[in-house]
């Protein structure tokens, strides 16, 4: 379905796959390359900023505004997603009215069936955020399996923010030999230096000039792993938060980045990740940073 957003720009936005394919069939030559930003909406400069480097390297950029509902282990968190499709819209609009926007209904994406598909992923599925939220990587596996099938991109933009989704996407492909380059980007933060995410929207104007405590735990703990133990870092870090009423820590890791594993000793020739949650307002954010 072609759309004439707000009647204004021919800005290309469709709601089924099939006419999606038809249109890029249409617009691709041999030599011109996709370029692929995956979103769940409630669009921010992060987002933003992932389309910008698709642009720059790519004729066609695609961005999908769809929340995947196989990816929630949590009815609620599903259902308080914020969802801002006109506001989405707008803001691509007036980054580039030649994007072109894919924004499916459930049924267009799974058919009348909305299960995950089951993956291994080499056990990188198992740390972090998949000890604490059973099923999660098995729905994002199936919708950016599902995606790229649909969009046949050729690069695709994700943001290193879910540094462990991106290993995870990472090994679907290889897995799945699909042509598709995945290139991981630098998060983008808010002047606090909070993450940037669709779930600060929920957060009230204190609860997220106060998160700024999450980078700053990051960088200080950080520095306390040139001279100390992951073990001894990661209790610095749960006492730290045990002394804060405004936020509760779900974990803190540090991990190797290429295998995800706990990090049990320092290694020279390995690279470190510390990762870490927290809730704040029953509302749940994610960080990590590179130990290099």
């Not at 379905?1 to 469709?14: D, E, G, R, S």
């Not at 997603?81 to 994406?109: Q, S």
């Not at 700024?212 to 073990?231: D, R």
């Amino acid at each position: 379905m072609f759309a004439n957003y707000f009647n204004k720009t021919p800005m290309p936005i469709f709601y089924g796959k099939a006419v999606l394919a038809d249109y890029l069939k249409s617009i691709k030559t041999q030599e011109s390359t996709i370029g692929f930003v995956p979103t769940m909406g409630a669009l921010h400069q992060g987002h933003l900023s992932l389309m910008q480097q698709s642009m720059a390297k790519n004729p066609i950029t695609v961005v999908s505004i769809f929340v995947n509902p196989t990816q929630f282990n949590n009815p609620e968190d599903l259902a308080k997603y914020p969802r801002k499709l006109e506001e989405d819209l707008a803001k691509i609009n007036a980054l580039n009215p030649e994007i072109v926007v894919y924004a499916p209904p459930v049924e267009d994406i799974y058919e009348g069936n909305p299960a995950s598909q089951h993956f291994d992923f080499d056990g990188l599925e198992n740390q972090m955020e998949g000890r604490f939220r059973p099923g999660h990587f098995d729905g994002v596996g199936t919708i950016v399996k599902r995606l790229f099938e649909i969009v046949q991109p050729t690069n695709a933009y994700f943001g290193k923010k879910d540094f462990q989704q991106l290993q995870i996407v990472k090994k679907m492909v290889a897995k799945n030999k699909m042509n598709v380059n995945v290139i991981g980007c630098s998060i983008y933060r808010e002047p606090n230096k909070l993450a940037m995410s669709s779930r600060n929207e929920l957060l009230s104007p204190k609860e997220r000039h106060e998160a700024s405590i999450i980078y700053e735990t990051l960088i200080q703990a950080k520095a306390k792993f040139e001279n100390s133990s992951a073990k001894e870092v990661t209790e610095w870090v749960q006492k730290s938060f045990e002394n804060n009423p405004v936020f509760t820590l779900e974990y803190y890791q540090i991990a190797d980045e290429d295998t995800l594993l706990p990090c049990l000793r320092k290694s020279k020739n390995k690279k470190y990740r510390s990762f870490i949650a927290v809730f704040v307002n029953n509302i749940r954010l994610i960080d990590t940073i590179s130990l290099k």
